[in-house]
């Protein structure tokens, strides 16, 4: 089992810079494959960026590669979202999710956060 808290959002203006940071307890957040998604008013829920346990590999949705990036933490049970550059277009509830492996569906991940919102004006 595994609990998450994403902590970090806000409102922003666009160009400005945000990280968000999804705290993880439990006693296997290691073995766990890490994802953040995000969900804009009236849209589905979407992949924004996975990292795998060892932290070795990371995905990137097109939409955020170059200005987003996420990493993990083990020693301190984390995984971060670095976001640069925002837009308008980022501005939803990001939500961090573990899971066993990395895939950009939301149904592959048992473990949610309960989200925090990102703004960005322009």
């Known amino acids: 089992q595994v609990q998450l808290v994403e902590s970090g959002g806000g409102l922003v203006q666009a160009g400005d810079s945000l990280r968000l940071s999804c705290a993880a307890s439990?006693?296997?957040?290691?073995?766990?494959?890490m994802g953040w998604f995000r969900q804009a008013p009236g849209k589905e829920r979407e992949f924004v960026a996975g990292?795998?346990?060892?932290?070795?590999?990371?995905w990137h949705a097109d939409s955020v590669k170059g200005r987003f990036t996420i990493s993990r933490d083990s020693a301190k049970n984390t995984v971060y979202l670095q976001m640069n550059n925002l837009k308008r277009e980022d501005t939803a509830v990001y939500y961090c999710?573990?899971?066993?492996?990395?895939?950009?569906?939301?149904?592959?991940?048992?473990?949610w956060g309960q989200g925090t919102q990102v703004t960005v004006s322009s």
């Open positions: 990292i795998r346990w060892s932290g070795a590999s990371t």
């Open positions: 999710a573990a899971g066993s492996r990395v895939v950009v569906v939301p149904t592959g991940y048992p473990y």
């Open positions: 439990g006693r296997t957040f290691s073995s766990y494959a």
